[in-house]
T-cell receptor
Framework: GESVGLHLPTLSVQEGDNSIINCAYSNSASDYFIWYKQESGKGPQFIIDIRSNMDKRQGQRVTVLLNKTVKHLSLQIAATQPGDSAVYFCAEKTDNFNKFYFGSGTKLNVKP | NAGVMQNPRHLVRRRGQEARLRCSPMKGHSHVYWYRQLPEEGLKFMVYLQKENIIDESGMPKERFSAEFPKEGPSILRIQQVVRGDSAAYFC?????????????FGQGTRLTVV
């Protein structure tokens, strides 16, 4: 759902480990989901997307899982690198209404 | 194809002045969104506009804030009589017309500092 101005939760992982970032969305009618990465001082950048007719989609080192039953989205990053340190947001929307709703975000801290 | 362009990147205003933030969407994009972000916080939706129309302004304060997306030219987020609490990063995003399952592309943001 909407970001509500809460301080970001932080996930700390060791370089080389896999990371899993979770997101709960609010609208059962949402049919398109995106993960964004935001580095310090920059705008959010697209990582990977998934439509509601899929439950898994893979990219380069990243996998998104969608569980519509519990309205849950996750982002898995394989072999996490220091360059992956950033804030990660999930976003949802419905095709019938083009507004994007953002989750509150998770800060990923990769320790060398 | 240039991305979403926001200017200025940094803006300093004294309390009581006006701030104007500009956003040029990507070519072919007719939808613009404005978000506000405080340090160490998430993106807070402010307003969603199409050309010459405000679709959803539910996240925008009722006073002092306004937004427009004219037929020609960039989208403008205007903050009148700024206060210290307006200091934040303001991000603009654009997307193609509704019904297209594609991401919203973000600009680099305008960092507003009110002194």
């Amino acid at each position: 759902g909407e970001s509500v101005g809460l301080h970001l939760p932080t996930l700390s992982v060791q370089e080389g480990d896999n990371s899993i970032i979770n997101c709960a969305y609010s609208n059962s009618a949402s049919d398109y989901f995106i993960w964004y990465k935001q580095e310090s001082g920059k705008g959010p950048q697209f990582i990977i997307d998934i439509r509601s007719n899929m439950d898994k989609r893979q990219g380069q080192r990243v996998t998104v899982l969608l569980n519509k039953t519990v309205k849950h989205l996750s982002l898995q990053i394989a072999a996490t690198q220091p360059g992956d340190s950033a804030v990660y947001f999930c976003a949802e929307k419905t095709d019938n209404f083009n507004k994007f709703y953002f989750g509150s975000g998770t800060k990923l801290n990769v320790k060398p | 194809n240039a991305g979403v362009m926001q200017n200025p990147r940094h803006l300093v205003r004294r309390r009581g002045q006006e701030a104007r933030l500009r956003c040029s969407p990507m070519k072919g994009h007719s939808h613009v969104y404005w978000y506000r972000q405080l340090p160490e916080e998430g993106l807070k939706f402010m307003v969603y506009l199409q050309k010459e129309n405000i679709i959803d302004e539910s996240g925008m304060p009722k006073e002092r804030f306004s937004a427009e997306f004219p037929k020609e030219g960039p989208s403008i987020l205007r903050i009148q009589q700024v206060v210290r609490g307006d200091s934040a990063a303001y991000f603009c995003a654009s997307s193609p017309p509704a019904g297209w399952s594609t991401e919203a592309f973000f600009g680099q943001g305008t960092r507003l500092t009110v002194v």
